[in-house]
């Protein structure tokens, strides 16, 4: 069976610093992988996808960026975070052709920036 | 381009009642829809969906929604509401090639 993983599951950070969120999956290849941004009353919030090594489709410009080092791997950072990235951070996966695939979803990451 | 618009950010229902809760789509291509639903502090989880085929569509939990072509509605409802499904529930819409486009979801609070 496939099953996501999100790390760290909360996290602090101080305004200018870094951010590196990773997101990994089992049991499956050749994924489309995505990242999104949950903020209180805003909904989800498409930031990347990827369909593929080395390809990141960016929905909404901004200071994040999106990296996809090997099939199965997923990761999200910022050189410089700012206040307004503070949210709940989702990773998903759905199969290729995913003209109808459900996206599951990873458990999150809660990050606070202060 | 597609979009959802969920009607009501929160809706509130007594156990046992009947739970409705509203989505409407726009959509440039023959639609794919999806219920999601979403505890505290956890991600999303599919509840139905749609593809073609039957319009109406049977969930898990007991919820099931009806795809509505001319009314461009794919409104979820569970005859009798139990504690358990006070949560936070998303309509999306696919883009027909890669990506979904979610709405800004409706909470359910379920009083005793």
Redesign the interface.
């Known amino acids: 069976s496939q099953t996501i993983h999100q790390w760290p599951a909360t996290l602090v950070q101080p305004v200018g610093s870094p951010l590196s969120l990773e997101c990994t999956v089992e049991g499956t290849s050749n994924p489309?992988l995505?990242w999104y941004r949950q903020a209180a009353?805003?909904?989800?919030q498409?930031l990347f996808?990827s369909?593929g090594i080395g390809q990141i489709?960016s929905?909404v410009p901004q200071n994040l960026s999106a990296s996809r080092p090997q099939d199965r791997q997923f990761i999200l950072s910022s050189k410089k975070l700012l206040l307004s990235d503070s949210g709940?951070y989702?990773c998903?996966w759905t199969r290729g052709q995913?003209?109808?695939n459900?996206?599951?979803?990873?458990?999150?990451t809660?990050l606070t920036v202060l | 381009a597609q979009s959802v618009t969920q009607l009501g950010?929160h809706v509130s229902v007594s156990e046992g009642a009947l739970v409705l809760l509203r989505c409407n789509y726009s959509s440039s291509v023959p639609p794919?829809l999806?219920w999601?639903v979403q505890y505290p502090?956890?991600?999303?989880?599919?509840l139905l969906?749609y593809?073609t085929g039957a319009t109406l569509v049977k969930g898990i939990n007991g919820f099931e929604a009806e795809f509505k072509k001319s009314e461009t509605s794919f409104h979820l409802t569970k005859p009798s509401a139990h504690m358990s499904d006070a949560a936070e529930y998303?309509c999306a819409v696919?883009d027909?090639?890669?990506?979904?486009?979610?709405?800004?979801?409706t909470m359910l609070l379920v009083s005793p």
Not at chain 2, 97 to 102: A, E, G, P
Request: hydrophobic share 35%; glycine share 16%; net charge positive.
């Open positions: 489309n995505y009353g805003r909904g989800l498409l996808y369909v489709s929905e709940f989702l998903a995913a003209l109808y459900e996206q599951f979803f990873g458990p999150g809660r | 950010s794919y999806f999601y502090n956890q991600g999303l989880q599919l969906k593809t998303f696919s027909g090639y890669s990506t979904l486009t979610f709405g800004k979801g």
